[in-house]
């Protein structure tokens, strides 16, 4: 069965390694007949949360006007939504981190989006894959309050330079995670 699945990035980096897996999730998305929307976050003006709480009371999602709203409509109507990054300090990168945080505004808004899948594709510096519970706990405590389905998780750490996720099964992964969807 085809599904709608927004794919949101975090790297600022188009040759970087989380975007050699995006492709890869993308691609295999598409091919099994998906139909996907990509936002590439540090390409788009959203600025954090200013907890005013009028989310959806002027008909859109956020009442300072930034790419959120633009974003917000293709989460509402979604079946899924990926998330990928690198990480960067042992956490969710700030290029990201604006829309993660904007996505209380659905429950804000009272909006239902219960019931959605969600998966995670990351990577880091280090070796240690532990080095990302900064970015997956957040994204599985957020998912949890939205009521969102894991479908999985592509964590690949030992990345640092554009090219070295060629040496690592990442992209592979990232690929066969569109299968879980």
């Not at 999730?25 to 929307?37: C, E, L, N, S």
Request: proline letters at 3%; a neutral charge; charged letters at 25%.
């Amino acid at each position: 069965m085809s599904k709608k699945i927004v794919v949101i990035t975090g790297s600022p980096r188009k040759r970087g390694n989380s975007f050699a897996m995006t492709e890869a999730f993308v691609q295999a998305a598409q091919a099994k007949g998906h139909i996907v929307t990509r936002f590439d976050a540090a390409l788009k003006n959203v600025s954090g949360c200013r907890a005013c709480e009028a989310c959806f009371k002027n008909w859109k999602a956020c009442a300072f006007d930034d790419d959120f709203n633009a974003i917000a409509p293709a989460i509402l109507e979604a079946d899924a939504v990926v998330f990928t990054m690198p990480v960067y300090w042992y956490s969710i990168p700030a290029q990201i981190k604006g829309v993660i945080d904007k996505l209380f505004s659905f429950v804000v808004g009272g909006k239902d989006i219960a019931g959605k899948e969600w998966g995670l594709i990351a990577c880091c510096e280090e070796d240690d894959v532990a080095v990302m519970d900064g970015v997956r706990i957040p994204l599985e405590r957020s998912a949890a309050l939205m009521k969102w389905k894991k479908a999985g998780e592509v964590l690949v750490p030992g990345v640092l330079n554009e090219g070295d996720i060629e040496k690592t099964e990442g992209c592979a992964q990232a690929a066969a995670l569109a299968e879980k969807f």
